[in-house]
């Protein structure tokens, strides 16, 4: 079974800092079927990132992911106040592998 | 505009059974693939189901495979997921998702998402 590890479990920035959250899967992930969410208190999921580097509808160009294969990426190029949040990394290549990574809390320093 | 609205949660003893539903708008239900994933307090998301837009296909987690069942109404936009055998470890919000594309099998990202409903497993 496919396995997404993310790092590092807390970030902890300042608004107008760079964040970079890592997701690496145990096997390479096909077609590049890798999404990111973010996720805020209360709140249900949003899809920032599919296909591995594709914004989703609305997200803003602040957001960027990037990688393949095994090794993915989300870059929040200058944090704003609502970003922080928890952003998890979902891989959807398979129906036997619709799993999240245990997420990235991006918190304010 | 695309709308999940869920229901059917609440507090349940070890062993029990719920109906979770959802209904869905703004889209032709009967075209997507549908997805339950759910959320322990405090705790990451985990998939949990997956239906295909007939019905005739259906996918589960290991954690909850024998135990809930999926399921979908098309004439009256609703999927459904029957929860038996309740444990502790069940005790989460359960959203009901719609994949962001319609594809053969379930490779789509989830675009969107109900604000969830609650199952408490507790006696």
């Known amino acids: 079974e496919i396995v997404l590890t993310q790092s590092p479990a807390t970030l902890s920035l300042s608004p107008g800092e760079r964040a970079t959250l890592s997701c690496r899967a145990s096997q390479s992930v096909s077609n590049s079927y890798l999404a990111w969410y973010q996720q805020k208190p209360g709140q249900a999921p949003r899809l920032l990132i599919y296909?591995?580097?594709t914004r989703a509808t609305g997200i803003p160009d602040r957001f960027s992911g990037s990688g393949s294969g095994t090794d993915f990426t989300l870059t929040i190029s200058r944090l704003e106040p609502d970003d922080f949040a928890v952003y998890y990394c979902?891989?959807?290549?398979?129906?036997?592998?619709?799993?999240f990574g245990g997420g990235t809390k991006v918190e304010i320093k | 505009e695309v709308q999940l609205v869920e229901s059917g949660g609440g507090l349940v003893q070890p062993g029990g059974s719920l109906r979770l539903s959802c209904s869905a708008s703004g889209f032709t239900f009967s075209s997507y693939a549908m997805h339950w994933v759910r959320q322990a307090p405090g705790k990451g998301l985990e998939y949990v189901s997956a239906?295909?837009?007939?019905?005739?296909?259906?996918d589960y987690a290991d954690s909850v495979k024998g135990r809930f069942t999926i399921s979908r109404d098309n004439s009256k936009n609703a999927l459904y997921l029957q929860v038996s055998s309740l444990r502790a470890e069940d005790t989460a919000v359960y959203y009901c998702v719609r994949p962001r594309e319609r594809v053969i099998g379930f490779t789509a990202p989830f675009e969107f998402w109900g604000q969830g409903t609650l199952v408490t497993v507790s006696s």
């Open positions: 239906i295909s837009n007939t019905g005739g296909s259906t």
């Open positions: 296909g591995a580097s």
């Open positions: 979902q891989q959807y290549g398979s129906s036997r592998a619709l799993i």
